[in-house]
C-alpha cells in the first residue's frame, strides 16, 4: 500500500499553486496527501478555498507575536501538530527565519517565478523582460536560509515572446508553475531522509 506523506502548504494570498497541489493529492497514486494550510495573512483568498476543501488552517501573523522568530515556532507548533513531512511555500511572502528554515532543512520547499539562479527576490518577470530575456520560467527548491538559494528540485521554462508586459508574462509562468509544483514534490519526497519523517500526530 502506498504510504502518502503529509504535507502542508504556506501561502499568503490567491493560492492557486496550493490548489495545483490538492489536486495532485487527489490521484490515489499521488505520494503525498496534504493535511493542512497556513497563511501569514488572514485575508489570503487562498484560505477560503482551503475552507471549502475541509483542510484544516492555520494563522500565523508576524502581528501577533512579539517577533519573527515566535511567529515561526508558532508556525513550527502547528506544522508539528499535524505530523508533516514536507512543507510547501506557494506564494508565501514573508522571509523566514533561519532558526525555522534549519529546523524543516531537506522538508520544506519553494517555488519562484524565475529559471534560478536567475532572477532571485522580486518582480522577477519585469526583470527577465529588461534583460531581454529569450527564456523565463519557474524553479522548485528547497529552502535554505540565503533567499532563493537552495538546491534546484526541477525546473520549468516559458518563452518570453514579443509585446510580453510582466502581466502576461507572469500569466504564462504561472500555468507552468502549477505543472511544475506536483511534480516537484513528488521529487522531494523521494529524497526524503527517513530520519526526518515525523511520526503521524
Ligand atoms: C506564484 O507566482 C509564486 O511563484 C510566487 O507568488 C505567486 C503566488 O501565486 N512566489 C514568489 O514570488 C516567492 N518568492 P499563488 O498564490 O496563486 O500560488
Known sequence: MLLRKRVAILISGRGSNMSALIEAARAPDYPAEIVGIISNRAAAEGLEIARRESLPVAVHSLKNYPDEIATDRAISQTLESWGVD?????????????????????R???????????FKGVDTHRRAIDAGEKKHG??????????????????????????????????????AEHRLYPRALKKA????????QQPAA
Not at 519526497?189 to 526526518?196: D, H, I, K, T
Request: glycine content about 4%; overall charge negative.
Open 86 to 106: 514536507m512543507v510547501c511555500l506557494a506564494g508565501f511572502m514573508r522571509i523566514l527565519s533561519a532558526q525555522f528554515t534549519q529546523r524543516w532543512q531537506d
Open 108 to 118: 520544506l520547499i519553494n517555488i519562484h517565478p524565475s529559471l534560478l539562479p536567475k
Open 138 to 175: 519557474c524553479s522548485v527548491h528547497f529552502v535554505v536560509p540565503e533567499l532563493d538559494a537552495g538546491p534546484v528540485i526541477a525546473r520549468s521554462s516559458v518563452p518570453v515572446l514579443p509585446g510580453d508586459t510582466p502581466e502576461t508574462l507572469a500569466d504564462r509562468v504561472l500555468l
Open 189 to 196: 519526497l523521494q529524497r526524503l531522509p527517513e530520519s526526518a
